[in-house]
């Protein structure tokens, strides 16, 4: 069978042919194997560019055009060791670009592949959270509202089910899916109600279904078949470099244009001053600029893992640097994400519940003292009712290192607090659900904000079952209606409420005493939800909220909280010294939002809270004005997240909005950086945001943006480093050509050193780990050029420290060697060069002392400098390669002379950092 026709099948015949199982799902060996035949789930990227497309576009380059022309002409004119040299040099430059850019291609493939959505499957009768690109043809998956469909899928399963294919069939809304019927084969695709489809989205409900096409098999892979891929687009950081290196690239070549110029006026061979010309062109000209920006960002990235916080986008890498307000949202964000239960309250009685977590153990307490809760008829049904009426599982996941089992919760957070507390009462899913099988269920809605579900009580599944704990005056139905929800609305829905004696009315008394335990959970920062119920006669044909959720009976209220993250607070008072403000953007309630804002220092003496009704009672003008002493939002709708961030842009802030739902997307997109939970997270969000996080946690955030800042930082260091170096030797020829001195550097030698002292030193700077006290400086101004003026003050200093070096070291070798200008050639060769390799160390740190950060802290600036310094070692004492570069070997009477030229530009940018670090007010020692 094709899986074209899954839909004209029934689904034994389907489960037949695919060799699954409905509650089993496909064994680990079996779905291993179907993998090695099918392939990854996930559409096919274009090919990689090959070896030989690499190289040649290398090649793809004027300067580089020139540079091969001029070795052609010094082919012809018998100049055979310059043509080799620079030959060979032309083609070890192209090999260094095409290894960059292939680990950069490799680098970004990985962190796609790490942003692919993930599905929930069934596998080995256990429910497992998969990326998707590992589903196979038989495997069971589930859906759910706010998720992308992981692989075309056959429905089994649809409640209230309705997916957006407007990505596939252009259906302007969701598509109300059947599972049970079986269609035409030749029906049309967008009236297949019985299949779900890659690529669209679950709007509502929740369904079951069973993979029949994965990757290009499916009907979107079809589409991308017949779709022409783009280019990728730069990055704004990368066209603000780019048009950075082609305007220094035309003034490097006016400049080296005037020099040969210059130097055939003077009567200099023109052969000669060609060669010298294009040379310093190629060496002053920073042609791998975008490759090393493309390899620093891609391995910052990669650190950005390891912190937990995927960039899906390039560009969020340098917005990170310059954020300065953080709207977080509290659950899981702030807080740990594991609710757990620990008040519950019945017929006057308030109870207490210990433990941690999602574990099942724990006790129930009254007054300090053991309750037994099996032994109370209400809060046995309140615990019975609250695990039923509920979609989460408890299932082990494992052992810890001394042996003790340890537990996973598979669905919300909110639901699984209470299945465990339900545990701890010893009241398991498992046995209830066998003992009381659901059959019909009204899903949550934000509208009712309640959650029903029936269950069958007389025992026709067959199934031995203990009663159900209802009182002895109270007779058991033979069909039961539990009802979960917002317990100010549910209580407007009931009529009666449960004692231990029997049912009696609701009366105003007690529907105040019931709304007062709720408020003062409320008021400890507990999350609270009740239960009541409805006894049935019969089942519902078409169970809905207006037929069940009216006449209930209440039961009892449970309260649970999220404890704050430990590493949380210590993260907000980081992100306060680097200048970033923290807010809170919860849809919980105020009392809530409240206690976990002071808990976390959140919340400061002056600070405000403003909730979503009154900010609704705000007008625009109004709010950006308040808005900066505003720290939390409570009870806010995803439209009041889209005005919280415009409001801060319009102050001129860099704004980070996470968000985990569908409707987060709006804000995602609006803010500067929109960050996604990768746990909690729908597609929806992750596929909008620019970062996602893998740990759902606030202090990651605040982690990512330090990593952000280091990593603009070093992108300037070596900016500055690879321009002042370049400035330096355009200007060491230049003068000397107005000072009609002989030329101080061969061709060969300044091609020599473009490729020593621009490579493995500029990358070395690219892996410095940052200035400890990065995030105690003032965010990054967005407007600020790469080149600011503290920059250019650095490159003009640099500049002139160099050239005074090497032309010093130029004319002493003259007065030294009169008749020997390759000796004096070979002194300012070495001095350009050693200083250069110098200089990297220095650039290691914009303000800080090289002494301060540690001479030697970064080992791969050492292995850069070290091996660098033996290829110039290698130039000047093997004698093979001396006629090459016209080089000398230098006594150590020649090396003591030249040291003090040699450090002049290291103590030239010492002293710059000693007077900005005066200027602004930093001390020399890092903290």
Request: proline share 6%; charged share 20%.
């Given at each position: 069978?094709?899986?074209?026709?899954?839909?004209?099948?029934?689904?034994?015949?389907?489960?037949?042919?695919?060799?699954?199982?409905l509650?089993?799902g496909?064994?680990?060996?079996?779905a291993?194997?179907r993998?090695?035949?099918?392939?990854?789930?996930?559409?096919?990227?274009?090919?990689?560019?090959?070896?030989?497309?690499?190289?040649?576009?290398?090649?793809?380059?004027?300067?580089?055009?020139?540079?091969?022309?001029?070795?052609?002409?010094?082919?012809?004119?018998?100049?055979?060791?310059?043509?080799?040299?620079?030959?060979a040099?032309?083609?070890?430059?192209?090999?260094?670009?095409?290894?960059?850019?292939?680990?950069?291609?490799?680098?970004?493939?990985?962190?796609?592949?790490?942003?692919?959505?993930?599905?929930?499957?069934?596998?080995?009768?256990?429910?497992?959270?998969?990326?998707?690109?590992?589903?196979?043809p038989?495997?069971?998956?589930?859906?759910?509202?706010?998720?992308?469909?992981?692989?075309?899928?056959?429905?089994?399963?649809?409640?209230?089910l309705?997916?957006?294919?407007?990505?596939?069939?252009?259906?302007?809304?969701?598509?109300?899916?059947?599972?049970?019927?079986?269609?035409?084969?030749?029906?049309?695709?967008?009236?297949?109600?019985?299949?779900?489809?890659?690529?669209?989205?679950?709007?509502?409900?929740?369904?079951?279904g069973?993979?029949?096409?994965?990757?290009?098999?499916?009907?979107?892979?079809?589409?991308?078949?017949?779709?022409?891929?783009?280019?990728?687009?730069?990055?704004?950081?990368?066209?603000?470099?780019?048009?950075?290196?082609?305007?220094?690239?035309?003034?490097?070549?006016?400049?080296?244009?005037?020099?040969?110029?210059?130097?055939?006026?003077?009567?200099?061979?023109?052969?000669?001053?060609?060669?010298?010309?294009?040379s310093?062109?190629?060496?002053?000209?920073p042609?791998?600029?975008?490759?090393?920006?493309?390899?620093?960002?891609?391995?910052?990235?990669q650190?950005?893992?390891r912190?937990?916080?995927?960039?899906?986008?390039?560009?969020?890498?340098?917005?990170?640097?310059?954020?300065?307000v953080?709207?977080?949202d509290?659950?899981?964000?702030?807080?740990?994400?594991?609710m757990?239960?620990?008040?519950?309250?019945?017929?006057?009685?308030?109870?207490?519940?210990?433990?941690?977590?999602y574990?099942?153990?724990?006790?129930?307490?009254?007054?300090?003292?053991?309750?037994?809760?099996?032994?109370?008829?209400?809060?046995?049904?309140?615990?019975?009712?609250?695990?039923?009426?509920?979609?989460?599982?408890?299932?082990?996941?494992?052992?810890?290192?001394?042996?003790?089992?340890?537990?996973?919760?598979?669905?919300?957070?909110?639901?699984?607090?209470?299945?465990?507390?339900?545990?701890?009462?010893?009241?398991?899913?498992?046995?209830?659900?066998?003992?009381?099988?659901?059959?019909?269920?009204?899903?949550?809605?934000?509208?009712?904000?309640?959650?029903?579900?029936?269950?069958?009580?007389?025992?026709?599944?067959?199934?031995?079952?203990?009663?159900?704990?209802?009182?002895?005056?109270?007779?058991?139905p033979?069909?039961?209606?539990?009802?979960?929800?917002?317990?100010?609305?549910?209580?407007?829905?009931?009529?009666?409420?449960?004692?231990?004696?029997?049912?009696?009315?609701?009366?105003?008394?007690?529907?105040?005493r019931?709304?007062?335990?709720?408020?003062?959970?409320?008021?400890?920062?507990?999350?609270?939800?009740?239960?009541?119920?409805?006894?049935?006669?019969?089942?519902?044909?078409?169970?809905?909220?207006?037929?069940?959720?009216?006449?209930?009976?209440?039961?009892?209220?449970?309260?649970?909280?999220?404890?704050?993250?430990?590493?949380?607070?210590?993260?907000?008072?980081?992100?306060?010294?680097?200048?970033?403000?923290?807010?809170?953007?919860?849809?919980?309630?105020?009392?809530?939002?409240?206690?976990?804002?002071?808990?976390?220092?959140?919340?400061?003496?002056?600070?405000?809270?403003?909730?979503?009704?009154?900010?609704?009672?705000?007008?625009?003008?109004?709010?950006?004005?308040?808005?900066?002493?505003?720290?939390?939002?409570?009870?806010?709708?995803?439209?009041?997240?889209?005005?919280?961030?415009k409001?801060?842009?319009?102050?001129?802030?860099?704004?980070?909005?996470?968000?985990?739902?569908?409707?987060?997307?709006?804000?995602?997109?609006?803010?500067?950086?929109?960050?996604?939970?990768?746990?909690?997270?729908?597609?929806?969000?992750?596929?909008?945001?620019?970062?996602?996080?893998?740990?759902?946690?606030?202090?990651?955030?605040?982690?990512?943006?330090?990593?952000?800042?280091?990593?603009?930082?070093?992108?300037?260091?070596?900016?500055?480093?690879?321009?002042?170096?370049?400035?330096?030797?355009?200007?060491?020829i230049?003068?000397?050509?107005?000072?009609?001195l002989?030329?101080?550097?061969?061709?060969?030698?300044?091609?020599?050193?473009?490729?020593?002292?621009?490579?493995?030193?500029?990358?070395a700077?690219?892996l410095?780990?940052?200035?400890?006290d990065?995030?105690?400086?003032?965010?990054?101004?967005?407007?600020?050029?790469?080149?600011?003026?503290?920059?250019?003050?650095?490159?003009?200093?640099?500049?002139?420290?160099?050239?005074?070096?090497?032309?010093?070291?130029?004319?002493?070798?003259?007065?030294r060697?009169?008749?020997?200008?390759?000796?004096?050639?070979?002194?300012?060769?070495?001095?350009?060069?050693?200083?250069?390799?110098?200089?990297?160390?220095?650039?290691?740190?914009?303000?800080?002392?090289?002494?301060?950060?540690?001479?030697?802290?970064?080992?791969?600036?050492?292995?850069?400098?070290?091996?660098?310094?033996?290829?110039?070692?290698?130039?000047?004492?093997?004698?093979?390669?001396?006629?090459?570069?016209?080089?000398?070997?230098?006594?150590l009477?020649?090396?003591?002379?030249?040291?003090?030229?040699?450090?002049?530009?290291?103590?030239?940018?010492?002293?710059?950092?000693?007077?900005?670090?005066?200027?602004?007010?930093?001390?020399?020692?890092?903290?």
């Amino acid at each position: 069978m094709r899986e074209q026709d899954a839909h004209a099948q029934p689904i034994e015949t389907l489960l037949n042919t695919l060799r699954t199982h409905l509650a089993q799902g496909l064994c680990d060996k079996e779905a291993n194997a179907r993998l090695a035949k099918h392939g990854p789930n996930e559409l096919k990227e274009r090919p990689r560019p090959t070896f030989w497309h690499l190289l040649l576009g290398q090649f793809n380059n004027f300067l580089i055009l020139i540079l091969l022309v001029s070795a052609v002409i010094s082919l012809f004119l018998g100049e055979y060791v310059d043509a080799t040299a620079i030959m060979a040099i032309v083609v070890l430059n192209a090999i260094l670009g095409v290894v960059q850019e292939s680990k950069a291609e490799e680098a970004l493939a990985a962190l796609q592949k790490m942003a692919a959505p993930e599905a929930r499957v069934i596998r080995s009768g256990h429910i497992h959270t998969l990326p998707a690109r590992e589903l196979v043809p038989g495997d069971v998956v589930l859906l759910e509202a706010g998720h992308y469909v992981p692989a075309d899928v056959r429905l089994v399963k649809a409640i209230n089910l309705k997916i957006d294919e407007a990505s596939l069939t252009g259906e302007s809304v969701p598509v109300q899916k059947d599972a049970g019927t079986v269609l035409d084969r030749e029906i049309p695709l967008g009236d297949r109600r019985n299949s779900a489809f890659m690529g669209t989205m679950v709007t509502y409900g929740r369904g079951k279904g069973i993979v029949i096409a994965t990757g290009m098999h499916t009907q979107f892979g079809l589409i991308a078949e017949m779709l022409q891929s783009y280019e990728q687009e730069p990055t704004p950081l990368q066209r603000k470099l780019d048009q950075l290196g082609r305007w220094l690239g035309i003034a490097c070549l006016l400049i080296c244009g005037l020099v040969g110029l210059v130097g055939v006026l003077r009567g200099l061979p023109p052969l000669e001053m060609f060669m010298t010309a294009v040379s310093l062109a190629i060496a002053a000209v920073p042609e791998g600029l975008p490759a090393v920006v493309t390899i620093c960002l891609a391995l910052g990235m990669q650190e950005m893992i390891r912190r937990h916080a995927l960039i899906r986008r390039l560009p969020a890498v340098e917005t990170l640097g310059s954020a300065t307000v953080i709207c977080s949202d509290k659950t899981g964000t702030l807080t740990q994400n594991e609710m757990m239960v620990v008040r519950c309250w019945a017929e006057g009685r308030s109870l207490t519940l210990t433990g941690k977590g999602y574990q099942p153990h724990g006790e129930f307490l009254q007054a300090g003292r053991p309750f037994d809760p099996l032994a109370d008829p209400v809060v046995r049904l309140l615990c019975q009712g609250v695990a039923q009426c509920n979609d989460a599982l408890l299932e082990p996941s494992g052992q810890t290192a001394n042996g003790h089992a340890t537990w996973r919760m598979v669905g919300d957070p909110t639901e699984g607090a209470l299945v465990v507390a339900a545990t701890k009462a010893g009241l398991w899913k498992e046995e209830l659900e066998s003992a009381f099988p659901r059959l019909a269920e009204v899903p949550f809605e934000s509208e009712r904000k309640r959650m029903t579900t029936v269950h069958r009580t007389d025992g026709q599944s067959g199934n031995e079952k203990s009663p159900l704990p209802l009182p002895p005056t109270v007779s058991s139905p033979p069909y039961i209606a539990f009802v979960k929800g917002a317990p100010d609305l549910l209580l407007e829905q009931c009529t009666h409420m449960m004692t231990s004696n029997g049912i009696r009315p609701l009366d105003e008394t007690w529907r105040d005493r019931c709304m007062a335990a709720n408020e003062k959970m409320s008021r400890q920062a507990l999350r609270v939800l009740g239960l009541a119920y409805r006894p049935l006669e019969a089942p519902p044909a078409n169970p809905n909220a207006e037929t069940l959720e009216r006449e209930l009976t209440f039961v009892g209220l449970m309260g649970m909280i999220d404890p704050a993250r430990p590493e949380v607070k210590p993260a907000i008072q980081v992100a306060k010294r680097a200048g970033l403000k923290s807010v809170m953007v919860t849809g919980d309630y105020p009392q809530t939002a409240i206690a976990i804002a002071r808990e976390l220092n959140l919340l400061s003496e002056g600070g405000k809270v403003l909730s979503g009704t009154e900010l609704d009672r705000i007008d625009n003008t109004s709010f950006s004005t308040m808005v900066e002493n505003i720290e939390v939002y409570a009870r806010v709708s995803p439209q009041h997240k889209v005005r919280i961030v415009k409001a801060f842009k319009n102050r001129g802030h860099i704004v980070a909005m996470t968000g985990d739902g569908v409707n987060d997307a709006p804000a995602l997109k609006r803010a500067n950086i929109g960050v996604a939970m990768g746990i909690t997270g729908t597609d929806v969000s992750k596929e909008t945001a620019d970062m996602v996080l893998t740990d759902d946690n606030y202090a990651s955030i605040v982690s990512a943006v330090e990593a952000g800042r280091i990593i603009y930082s070093n992108i300037r260091k070596f900016v500055f480093y690879l321009l002042s170096c370049n400035v330096g030797e355009i200007l060491v020829i230049f003068l000397a050509m107005l000072a009609r001195l002989p030329v101080p550097l061969k061709p060969i030698q300044l091609l020599w050193l473009n490729l020593v002292t621009d490579g493995a030193p500029a990358l070395a700077l690219g892996l410095e780990k940052g200035d400890t006290d990065i995030m105690r400086r003032p965010p990054r101004p967005t407007n600020e050029p790469v080149i600011n003026r503290e920059m250019q003050w650095g490159i003009v200093i640099q500049s002139i420290a160099i050239t005074t070096a090497v032309l010093a070291a130029f004319l002493c070798g003259l007065q030294r060697f009169p008749n020997d200008l390759a000796a004096a050639q070979t002194l300012a060769f070495v001095t350009l060069t050693t200083s250069e390799l110098f200089r990297a160390f220095t650039s290691r740190s914009e303000y800080h002392s090289i002494f301060s950060i540690g001479l030697l802290s970064n080992r791969w600036m050492v292995i850069a400098v070290g091996s660098s310094f033996l290829l110039l070692l290698a130039v000047l004492y093997l004698p093979f390669l001396q006629p090459f570069f016209s080089t000398v070997p230098l006594s150590l009477q020649e090396w003591l002379l030249i040291l003090p030229l040699i450090l002049l530009p290291s103590i030239a940018a010492e002293l710059t950092k000693l007077v900005l670090r005066r200027l602004a007010g930093r001390a020399t020692p890092i903290p």
